[in-house]
């Protein structure tokens, strides 16, 4: 079976090398375009491409002359890591003519008929697809994954909401550098030191993007769910790897954390999720060491796409209490948007 | 006027050398004792100790004779630096022996006779000393500074819980490595990574200890506040200085952030805990840059004495969220501890 | 074919689970042994060992009861882990009760009876082991590789000596704190900090081991080759990896930096120690980008067996500067020696 | 007595900032002018500049309205911070304008006309300003010191060259992150790495101006020194602070070890330079404890001005090897450059 043409919006940049890397070797996609801004246009990408990731770029890749950011004859499918400003005016171009984007710009995150995805909780929200080609007038469309945060948050935080119904969440975030990309955070702002902010309103889109996922569908869009969630955010100096400390009230009764941990470690995810190229084994590991997850030791886990949860413990004011550790550029960024493109050919979007 | 003579126990590790740094050169206290564990008695402090403050050991301190951990003719006061496990056979051997035991050990802080203070906020249970003194029937006694993180904690909350009234409090700490002492944590640990555990019942201790510092002077000792406090703690690659992230409810109407900042920006602490010597010129100081205060930027205000507040923000959940810094070895043990020295000279108590 | 039994002396310890890793998927190995100290005897390893590495340790190697540091029937390889001091009892015992113990300690690296290896570069010491067991009375043996820094160092130098000879090496070396081991150095001394001094002769080592590496082979045992190597040692905060820098002298006219560069790139080493299961595809490779080889991003090439250097460059004072990398885990120890015990295994060493 | 007005040029970067603080309560010097690049004409500095000195900004200083890049009347001396690149086209017009330059910017430093001063090392080389004068037609001047490094590092050679004899050097750097400036080093680059090279030259920079300035005045300027010097340069993890470790040559019988440190101990530079006010009780500090000095514990000695040596011990290769430890951005930079406009002062430039 011949793989599926793709192309790769923002490819020099620290999002766009993962995505390189994920796909150089996809089974079923294959790098056909690689975008950058005008100044690379028609350069050779191993030469214009700073290569910070540990695998070597592969030659047939390096080869690749770079294109500008609009679609190319046989492309139907993009995957951007371009900024936010330059994704909302790029992508809805690609759409608009043919191309499915799956995108990790936050940029058309919020809209009501944009699924905003994490494949293993709310699969079902890419049929909202439909609504968007019908409002839009696309014949391709956006499909986007949730900040790096809410990756993993949302990812823990489902399983618990569909069985005991949750009100609210408050959690506090330690986010590595790698998340505000290259060249990012300065070495001077953040060795031996800790920020208790980062731009870009990240605590309104970790409140806003969960509750989006754990919404559900209509014939109006997504609609959020309701319950309240409060972040608060922290840079530290660490590479890679978003920890995340959780306190959660439910609805009604709480589960012990016993039976939190288990409805947690049980957790497969959505039917059509499962088995895809980049599926994890399981998109849920519950931890049982004390001291774990921890940011560098655990991460890697399913390739990275797997959450880690641990410290399940009662909480004083709320309910429960509970970490959750995910990788930044994988689960939270490339590695999500993979998945989401694979969820999109597996329910026949390409197909018109 | 001459100086009091004064003991440190402990006087090798992390906090007694602070100890020793605090007291080389203070107006009221002169360091007569330097006891430390029985196979270095005899022997002179400056060949024992590992010398790791930033400023010289001064000779006429380096000279001194270590003694064994008991009370030597002329000494009244005694500063500790030494573990729980330790404390708890030494202290009330001094505390009955006559010497007032100053102590930033744990092991009696939950002690309803105990006074467990921060003199800014609650310079009135050291009342309670006399309490302490009948029922053990000593003729010292011990006082006790709180946990590291508690002594930023309760300081930056005192002024909001006696206005407005706290209901609950959610508190994520990020704590630097020198909490650990020394050798303390291995750097294979926590290099490029977050540890979200501390052992000692950190987590309960941050819960108990601020209950009981805004709690209430009785008859039958300190009664401890009732509102909720749960604390989710992590070990970060600092050297120096805790950062808390708190969420907090009112029992009532809950104050603007520009009126919670008002207050704490004007909070200067119980009438006999100003002007001392290790008083700081303000207990707090409230940031108004964005992503302030940050850990190693701010830990050294008021000489390490001065609680950092910043982010002053509404929250979704509970009703304001803030950030609060403190020195974990200055304000957070062996400062505390020389601040509550002074408070019990000046509040005669070691006229006898 | 059925594998060779082995025991791992030392397997709690750092290096230790490094073995573990190694040879638990091993084609010709089988972990049958894992020796530590007393108190852990009889023990299960997975409940004895304090697993740091990223992969999980595997149950049937978990289930393990641990032994005593002493022989066990049908077990005629030992990889050995074990600090100097304790090697220094142990290993004599091993080797005498015909067991080949193939070792990182440093206790017998100098003896001049045991072979000091590194396969591609001096694999032909390895028939010194003849003149051991002649000299000791032993049917087993001791082999032991370099010092983590040697490892690399003298692989670099290797080439260029045999092609025109050295005459002097000034090496700096910047070396990771996983180096000391667990818990080794703590992080309140390396955190934002270097320490230029390394405990254990470590500038001695580097001197001594390399010279007898490059040294030849005779009937009494190797013989040192007797050029200067003069070593400056540095304590870094990084986790794994050691980087050198060093000018070399040649003995004749040396070679431009584009000859050198070329001759490490095309070293293959020796041919009995190409091929192995643990053999790089390349021990050496030559970087040309100006700021590499850099301890985090390329000390894993060849599953942390190859050496990369870089950076070579004239030198004012002497002939030639360069920059040397190694993992110091793989190649300057588990991994050196699991390459030792093939080599041994290749050459016969163990039918008798 | 009135204090003389100066400007800073580039007020608002790194080293701009240091200058800020360090003149900001100086007996001799008034800051009368803060000027920077064309967009921040006009506007107030301390809504310009992002302080991030750990002592607040002044709030007179805070007041001052930047100016353009020009002389202003009445202002006699200026420090300048800025980049090589606006140093050759501004200092130029300044020093033709009457204004004496004394600069941190390597644009000049290797004129043979301009002096490179360590004021306790050469403090005669700056009468080659009146050859500089003659020659370029300037009533003022200008006046550099040098690199980070060789502050540090022509210090502590400079005595054992004049009483030995020099023939040789080769150092290892291991230079902090501030060194770049702000934004400067990306954390994703540094945080547990080594990156073995710097830009600008740095290497050929170290050689050549310590060479200058352990050179002699001529008829024709500054002559260098002949001896060879060879630099391999390592950018660390570190905030504050260059680390170098030498091994040297002598052009004769060398000291020994004891009688290198006795000479470094009893060094008191050159009768002109002592007494200034930012000269430190010694400008060498010889340190015997084994493991030291280190980055962070030893670079504020002498308020940043004092060079700490260690560690020195014979080579094998050369004859001594030595670490030496300096405050990249105090002896380094600005406190090198204030130290040099105090010299300016006390040999009477400013009279004319």
Chains 1, 2, 3, 4 share one sequence.
Not at 142 to 149: D, G, K, L, Q
Not at 263 to 289: C, D, K, M, N, Q
Request: proline share 6%.
């Amino acid at each position: 079976m011949s793989r599926i043409p793709v192309a790769i919006l923002g490819a020099t940049g620290a999002v766009g090398q993962k995505f390189v890397r994920l796909l150089a070797d996809h089974p079923w996609f294959e790098i056909a375009q690689l975008s950058a801004s005008a100044e690379r246009v028609g350069k050779r990408y191993g030469d214009e491409v700073r290569w910070r990731e540990l695998t070597p770029l592969p030659d047939h890749i390096a080869d690749i002359k770079m294109t500008a950011m609009t679609p190319v004859d046989g492309v139907k499918m993009a995957f951007s890591g371009v900024d936010a400003a330059i994704a909302r005016e790029v992508e809805p171009a690609f759409a608009h003519a043919g191309v499915l984007v799956v995108t990790n710009a936050s940029a058309f995150r919020m809209e009501s008929d944009v699924p905003l995805l994490i494949p293993e909780v709310n699969a079902n929200h890419i049929q909202v697809i439909e609504q968007q080609r019908r409002n839009r007038g696309w014949t391709g469309g956006i499909i986007a994954n949730p900040n790096c945060c809410v990756a993993a948050f949302a990812m823990g935080l489902a399983p618990l909401d569909r069985a005991f119904g949750l009100q609210s969440a408050i959690v506090a975030t330690l986010q590595a550098t790698s998340g505000a990309g290259y060249p990012g955070v300065p070495s001077l702002d953040i060795l031996g030191n800790i920020i208790p902010y980062i731009g870009g309103n990240e605590e309104e889109k970790i409140a806003a993007e969960t509750k989006k996922i754990l919404g559900t569908l209509s014939s109006e869009g997504i609609r959020s769910s309701t319950f309240g969630v409060s972040a608060m955010v922290h840079r530290v100096p660490v590479l890679d790897g978003h920890l995340l400390s959780a306190s959660i009230r439910f609805l009604g009764a709480p589960p012990t954390p016993e039976a939190a941990n288990a409805l947690l470690g049980e957790f497969t995810g959505e039917e059509s999720a499962r088995g895809l190229p980049s599926s994890p084994a399981r998109p849920i590991e519950v931890e049982s060491r004390i001291d774990r997850p921890q940011s560098r030791l655990d991460i890697d886990r399913g390739n990275g796409m797997t959450v880690t949860v641990g410290r399940m413990r009662p909480c004083e004011v709320q309910h429960l209490r509970l970490v959750l550790l995910g990788h930044n550029l994988i689960r939270g960024a490339a590695g999500a948007a993979v998945l989401n493109g694979e969820l999109a050919v597996q329910q026949g979007l390409l197909e018109r």
